[in-house]
């Protein structure tokens, strides 16, 4: 479980400011588990950047195989 220790001393809804320290313990929980959606958005975020990445490189390979067209002839008349 995550320590308040490591969430910013006030944070922000909306326009309203809240002190963290002041919060209840279900007001904790519910920072905590925005906290934890966050990271995982974060984990998700950087696990399409590597799908999309290696996907990008099996594109690449794959034109390498793919037949290249004839070239068109040209006539001398």
């Not at 904790?28 to 399409?48: M, P, S, T, V, Y």
Request: proline share 6%; aromatic share 6%.
């Amino acid at each position: 479980m995550i320590s308040t220790d490591e969430f910013p001393e006030t944070i922000t809804i909306g326009d309203q400011e809240y002190t963290v320290g002041s919060m209840n313990e279900q007001a904790l929980a519910q920072l905590r588990g925005i906290h934890f959606c966050d990271q995982q958005i974060q984990q998700l975020n950087n696990e399409w950047a590597i799908a999309d990445t290696a996907r990008l490189g099996y594109l690449q390979a794959l034109k390498l195989e793919m037949p290249q067209p004839p070239m068109p002839e040209v006539s001398d008349d």
